[in-house]
């Protein structure tokens, strides 16, 4: 047991328009604009490296997980769970391959073992942890970008309510806001 309570941040960064992806799957929109929002703050290295050694885990689904293997890997050795159904491999022991029920995977699994988990996509992933109330924290990161289709963030669940707690606009004219769960 690690002592604390075991939070989940849902970490995405979605289009103006609510995607996630475009309709065959591709995110190269993800790039930084050519335009800058002056009053944008800049987000320096040692900020970025600071908030990912506050992460103890990710859960990722496996398209997720395959893109993250194809455009680079970004998660070093932080212990990455990947759900999936299929027979997937990796070559990485920080990887971790779960298949079931997400409840049983948080108490059984992930609670035990981390406090800070970030679940970083997709969307079927994020709307199951939402669905189930499994998500503590969400950050949103919106992209000055409309897809007009794809792959949606959110499905059609029912009613949730969250606080915003943070907001924060970037230099490349993103937006991030962040929210906590608020649980009757």
Known sequence: MNGRPLTITLHVVTSLDGFIATRDGDVSWLGTPDDEYERGVDLSDAQ???????????????????????????YGETPVIVMTNRALTSERASVEFHGGDLQRLVRDELAPRFENVWLAGGASLAQSFLALDLGDRMILTTAPITLGGGVRLFGAGGEQRWRLTDSVAFKPGYVESTYEAVRK
Request: net charge negative; aromatic share 12%; glycine share 12%.
């Open 48 to 74: 970025v490296a600071e908030v990912l050694a506050g992460i103890d885990a990710y859960v990722l689904g496996s398209r997720t997980y395959e893109t993250a293997c194809e455009l680079g890997w970004l």
